[in-house]
């Protein structure tokens, strides 16, 4: 059974950093890209980035609202995704998931971790 | 950037109805294009991948068309189950886009 677990979600005041954690198992993890999406509260989604896999290089794609802000990477040996969030604006506050993708896109969401960026 | 505008954006519907959510995109995304279900407090769940492919154990009172800018969800017989927020995703071009989803709610 496909499990992704984010961790690593809390309280941090603006301007500072937090780094996202999601566990993965079940699939071969290096095998796929991986995406990370958000939700602030009472609003829909958003897709912030995503990792290729290994045979892409590890490349990474940014939406424009979190672009020099933060930086996804995985560790293959670890079956493990990360989302480093510096710079960190109360717009940022939602609901993390890391999501993994197949032929036809994200198919498959952890059950997401909250980060909540306020004074 | 690649927008995607869903209508409605809420509607009321009762067990039994047939519903339709509409997606648009703003340029051609071809047949690119997911549709994912989120209740309350839960998770989003995929429902149809490129366009019309039904996910599996999906059931198949959903069913997903179009290509290119105009996409369509629907639920051939609403059930109880299926009162939600729906989305849509394009996957065509970065930055990924979702539409802003519909709330299905009971009448």
């Known amino acids: 059974e496909v499990q992704l677990v984010e961790s690593g979600g809390g309280l941090v005041q603006p301007g500072g950093s937090l780094r996202l954690s999601c566990a993965a198992s079940?699939?071969?993890?290096?095998?796929?890209?991986m995406d990370w999406v958000r939700q602030a509260p009472g609003k829909g989604l958003e897709w912030v980035g995503r990792t290729r896999n290994k045979a892409n290089s590890y490349t990474t794609e940014y939406a424009a609202s979190v672009k020099g802000r933060f930086t996804i990477s995985r560790d293959d040996s670890r079956n493990s995704l990360y989302l480093q969030m510096n710079s960190l604006k109360t717009e940022d506050t939602a609901v993390y998931y890391c999501?993994?993708?197949?032929?036809?896109?994200?198919?498959?969401w952890g059950q997401g971790t909250l980060v909540t960026v306020s004074s | 950037d690649i927008q995607m505008t869903q209508s409605p954006s809420a509607m009321s519907a009762s067990v039994g109805d047939r519903v339709t959510i509409t997606c648009r995109a703003s340029q051609g995304i071809s047949n690119y294009l997911s549709w994912f279900q989120q209740k309350p407090g839960k998770v989003p769940k995929r429902l149809i991948y490129a366009a019309s492919s039904l996910q599996s154990g999906v059931p198949s009172r959903f069913s997903g068309s179009g290509s290119g800018t105009e996409f369509t969800l629907t639920i051939s017989s609403l059930q109880p189950e299926d009162f939600a927020t729906y989305y849509c995703l394009q996957l065509n071009s970065y930055p990924l886009t979702f539409g802003q989803g519909t709330k299905v709610e009971i009448k």
């Open positions: 999501a993994k993708i197949t032929q036809g896109g994200i198919d498959c």
């Open positions: 079940g699939f071969t993890f290096s095998d796929h890209y």
